[in-house]
């Protein structure tokens, strides 16, 4: 069965901090992972893909198949990074996006 | 380019009314989804369709109903609205990474 655990609810850091936004997952085949990103009262937004393994507005995620984690990094937080982060799953040759339950991050001044 | 548009914004229903969210895109996208997004419950699959013609259920189907009427739209239903589906619904689009809509805030008192 797919599924993705993000453990953390709420993660508070002050600005110019490291960030990292963990994510496990449970699937039997090759993956696909994301992150997306939503800011307050605004639709999700595409952050970044595994397979693109590009760094956006500084964050970067590595998918790590032995321990089944794609968890996301920025090495010094920026108050505008703060927002909800949900990791997502969907299984190659499939067509079924799952989500976490997402992490909300807090970056203060 | 639209992206993604979904009708209404804010809905107030009492129990048992019925009611269609409606969704459509205009990026040629073969697959398509609804998700409601609860708090603390991250967003969970309702329906999704892979390409027109064909739909699956997610996660939390029951009480739901779904058309994909043609490649740009895919309808959401609910038969006889209960209080337990007050939640913010989002339809997205994908061809390689999901595209989301603005979210409809439902209310049902």
């Known amino acids: 069965a797919q599924r993705v655990t993000q453990p953390e609810k709420l993660l508070s850091v002050f600005k110019g901090a490291p960030v990292e936004l963990k994510c496990n997952y449970s699937?039997?085949?090759?993956?696909?992972l994301f992150w997306y990103v939503q800011y307050s009262r605004q639709r999700l937004q595409l952050l970044l893909r595994?397979?693109s393994r590009e760094s956006i507005k500084g964050f970067t995620a590595d998918l790590n198949k032995g321990e089944t984690s794609f968890h996301l990094k920025k090495p010094f937080a920026q108050e505008e990074d703060s927002a909800m982060y949900y990791c997502a799953l969907s299984g190659l040759g499939t067509d079924k996006l799952i989500f976490g339950t997402g992490t909300r991050l807090q970056v203060f001044p | 380019n639209a992206g993604v548009t979904q009708t209404p914004k804010f809905q107030v229903l009492k129990t048992g009314q019925s009611m269609t969210l409606q969704c459509a895109q205009d990026m040629n996208h073969n697959s398509m989804y609804w998700y409601r997004q609860d708090p603390g419950m991250g967003l969970r699959l309702i329906y999704y369709?892979?390409?027109?013609?064909?739909?699956d259920k997610g996660e939390v189907p029951n009480g739901y109903n779904v058309s994909r009427l043609n490649k740009r739209e895919f309808s959401l239903r609910l038969e006889s609205a209960a209080p337990s589906q007050t939640s913010v619904y989002f339809c997205?689009?994908?061809?390689?990474?999901?595209?989301f809509g603005p979210g409809t805030r439902l209310t049902v008192l």
């Open positions: 369709s892979a390409s027109e013609g064909t739909t």
């Open positions: 997205a689009s994908s061809e390689v990474a999901a595209i």
């Open positions: 595994h397979i």
């Open positions: 699937y039997s085949g090759s993956p696909e």
